[in-house]
Nanobody, 117 residues
Framework: QLQLVESGGGLVQPGGSLRLSCAASGFPVDYYAIGWFRQAPGKERTGVSC?????????FYADFVEGRFTTSRDNAKNTVYLQMNSLKPEDTAVYYC?????????WGQGTQVTVSS
């Protein structure tokens, strides 16, 4: 069964860091593109980052990332990471990972990130 499970969220002060994990099962993370998204209260879900599949390593970031986040992949652990540095209060949101396999979207359950002093 194909599944994505996010973890690593929490409460952090402005300027702090968090590393989110997206653990996959049922498919190889290096073959399918994995995207990170976030949804703040009252706002639409928006893309944060995407790492390419098919063994590639092309990574895209949303403009608001401004070099603060880094996406990486550990094939041995079948996990994709989102390292977030210099966090701002406006980064507060539920973060999700997503993949598309055979035309179907699969989402994780999300992990809450709260940036507040």
């Amino acid at each position: 069964q194909l599944q994505l499970v996010e973890s690593g969220g929490g409460l952090v002060q402005p300027g702090g860091s968090l590393r989110l994990s997206c653990a996959a099962s049922g498919f190889p993370v290096d073959y399918y593109a994995i995207g990170w998204f976030r949804q703040a209260p009252g706002k639409e879900r928006t893309g944060v980052s995407c790492i390419s599949g098919r063994g590639g390593s092309t990574i895209f970031y949303a403009d608001f990332v401004e070099g603060r986040f880094t996406t990486s992949r550990d094939n041995a652990k079948n996990t994709v990471y989102l390292q977030m540095n210099s966090l701002k209060p406006e980064d507060t949101a539920v973060y999700y990972c997503r993949t598309v396999v055979a035309g179907r979207q699969y989402w994780g359950q999300g992990t809450q990130v709260t940036v507040s002093s």
